[in-house]
């Protein structure tokens, strides 16, 4: 029997919310030795990785304290001496479609000059000033998730910030998620509003997805036998 879509659909978000819980409690569990060493490996990797390399403008985010997220602050510093410019997410204000119902939020990202100085403005993590100018186009974006697959689907806190604010600068943007190595999981139930990204990093491999897209029909692929340059 089949399932229509909307039922589908209630099913894939029940998962995602199961997902979200589960690789949430496991990364609480981490020490702050294990998120800096597993960082590290990430940001040696990124700093090497095609997507980065010949970027002038790559947007990072600032790991979010007591979340246990990937410190991507070495990453900063190291593309700062290159010469690249970088930017951070910040929300955008509310809005109200033509009949006054709110708009989803979104964001948009911000050249910054200092990171260390941006500020809590009221949603959970620290953004740059207003007076901060907007990217209008970045070379790059490295994004953040609780649970990631081998195809660049992610899974996030929920609120679908990224997935809407993508659509705004990828493509030209290449897009790269970010995770831990456990957060990487077989499948993603992903849906017709979710993103996927580009690459992904973890700390101890790099995927580009679209070799694994290519490959889908032909070879399944895992964790396990991802492609691995």
């Known amino acids: 029997m089949e399932i229509d879509a909307e039922a589908l659909e209630v099913l ?3 998962a ?4 979200r819980k589960q690789a949430r409690a496991v ?24 997507v980065l390399r ?3 403008s790559v947007a990072l985010f600032f790991p979010i304290e007591g979340k246990n997220e990937v410190d991507l602050r ?8 290159r010469g690249v410019r970088i930017a951070y997410p910040a929300l955008l204000p509310d809005e109200e479609t033509p009949d006054g119902r709110p708009k ?3 964001m948009a990202f911000r050249f910054v000059a200092d990171a260390e100085r941006m500020e809590e403005r009221g949603a959970g993590f620290v953004e740059p000033s207003e007076d901060d100018p907007t990217a209008e186009s970045l070379d790059a974006i490295v994004v953040p998730a609780l649970s990631v697959d081998t195809r660049g689907h992610r899974i996030g806190y929920g609120a679908g910030f990224y997935d809407r604010t993508l659509r705004t600068y990828a493509p030209p943007a290449r897009t790269v998620v970010v995770a831990f190595d456990f957060q990487l999981i077989a499948e993603v139930p992903a849906n017709h509003r ?3 990204c ?3 990093v973890t700390d101890l491999r790099t995927i580009e997805t679209r070799t694994v897209s290519d490959a889908a029909d032909e070879t399944p692929r895992s964790p396990d036998n991802a492609h691995v340059p």
């Open 27 to 50: 990364r609480a569990a981490m020490s702050r030795t294990a998120i800096a060493e597993r960082s590290q490996a990430i940001v040696g990797r990124l700093i090497d990785a095609p």
């Open 198 to 200: 580009d690459w992904v």
């Open 12 to 14: 894939k978000q029940k």
């Open 74 to 81: 070495q990453l900063d510093k190291s593309l700062r001496e």
């Open 16 to 19: 995602k919310a199961h997902l």
């Open 194 to 196: 979710d993103v996927p």
């Open 104 to 106: 989803p939020r979104t």
């Open 54 to 56: 010949e970027a002038k």
